[in-house]
């Protein structure tokens, strides 16, 4: 079934049954709460590859610790850094911090809202920016995630392997609620999210689905080990190398990585988080 096959009550029917099924069992995020963009853009970064139930303490303590755009843009690398911790992915906390000083220079310490600017930031790709417009200005953007996607799949695709998002997209507009963007993604992603508890993750059928891989041993690990020794003070490379459980010349590798990334300095043999940039 493709968009141009929905009827208007083919729709309505649509968003009925997931409507119903938010009223009874809508989840509750602090997210949810606030329409301030910031505080949005802050989940939103925060969600890329960590489950709610882990981000929900940690973007209670970052919003704390760096209540607006403001104070994000006007600390040090290492406090955010370390306010990170726990998270993963400390890049992502790199381009926040970086996206909040630009949002200062550029923006006055006001979070765009037109998709262009949004993803002008660093780190905001096609979905952050349209999860942006969606949660904090109430726009009708195409949000695509993996809940999302499991419904449509679900509902829409039930004999396919490989649906693209090509194939989606257009569902989505189709079905969209346009007086509120904001409580029908929460509804949908909240479908999604059961359907991949009782089902065998429709979601899995995407050509967009990625498996994390391994955490154990993978280069993420390690960089996440130099970071976290870093936000200690600084030290001599060979001790940092010989303080991690891998081969070394894999170890200056992503130590290497993380430079030109400016997640670490290097001088005189000292390693050490960034004080500025």
Partial sequence: MSAVELSARDVEAFRGVIYRYYERHGRSFPWRETTDPYSILVSEVMLQQTQTSRAVPKYRAFLDRFPDVEALASASLQDV???????????????????????????????????????????????????????????????MDTNVRTVFIHFFFPGRDAVDDTDIRPLVEATMDGDNPRRWYSALMDYGAMLKQRHDNPGRKSTSYNRQSRFVGSDRQIR??????????????????????????RVLDIIDRLRREHMVALDDDRLSIPRQR
Avoid: C, K
Wanted: no cysteine; hydrophobic share 50%.
């Fill in 81 to 143: 850094l370390e306010a990170w911790q726990g998270l993963g992915y400390n890049r992502r906390a790199m381009h926040l911090r970086q996206a909040a000083i630009d949002i200062v220079a550029r923006y006055g310490g006001v979070v765009p809202r037109d998709e262009a600017s949004l993803r002008s930031l660093p780190g905001i790709g096609p979905y952050t920016a349209a999860a942006v417009q969606a949660f904090a200005f109430d726009l009708p953007a195409v949000v």
């Fill in 224 to 249: 996440g080990a130099v970071v976290r020794l870093l936000l200690d003070g600084p030290m001599e490379l060979r001790t940092l190398v010989d303080a991690i459980d891998a081969e070394e010349s």
